[in-house]
């Protein structure tokens, strides 16, 4: 149900993370670390599956979003996920 902003003491603005403030140059994150790191949170930290899952719904619309400014490379190995970086 929507709330009155009124009901809020404060409202900034929705400002994400670009790709070149939030990844270093020379890396290559999964989706996993990508979400972590949108929050603030360590890329290796250790999550619940439950709080994974809320973090992914944030990280994977904004790898869309940014898909123009970043590089892709297929999974290392058929166990883990593919990796993104920035492009130059």
């Given at each position: 149900?929507?709330?009155?902003?009124?009901?809020?003491?404060?409202?900034?603005?929705?400002?994400?993370?670009?790709?070149?403030?939030?990844?270093?140059?020379?890396?290559?994150?999964?989706?996993?670390?990508?979400?972590?790191?949108?929050?603030?949170?360590?890329?290796?930290a250790d999550?619940?599956?439950?709080?994974?899952?809320i973090l992914?719904?944030?990280?994977?619309?904004?790898?869309?979003?940014?898909?123009?400014?970043?590089?892709?490379?297929?999974?290392?190995?058929?166990?883990?996920?593919?990796?993104?970086?920035?492009?130059e």
């Amino acid at each position: 149900m929507p709330v009155p902003k009124s009901e809020f003491e404060t409202l900034p603005p929705c400002d994400f993370y670009t790709p070149a403030e939030l990844f270093e140059d020379d890396q290559m994150y999964t989706v996993y670390e990508i979400a972590r790191m949108l929050q603030g949170v360590e890329p290796d930290a250790d999550i619940d599956r439950e709080t994974e899952d809320i973090l992914l719904d944030w990280a994977i619309p904004w790898i869309m979003t940014n898909a123009d400014d970043l590089v892709v490379a297929e999974p290392r190995d058929e166990d883990e996920p593919g990796y993104y970086g920035l492009k130059e």
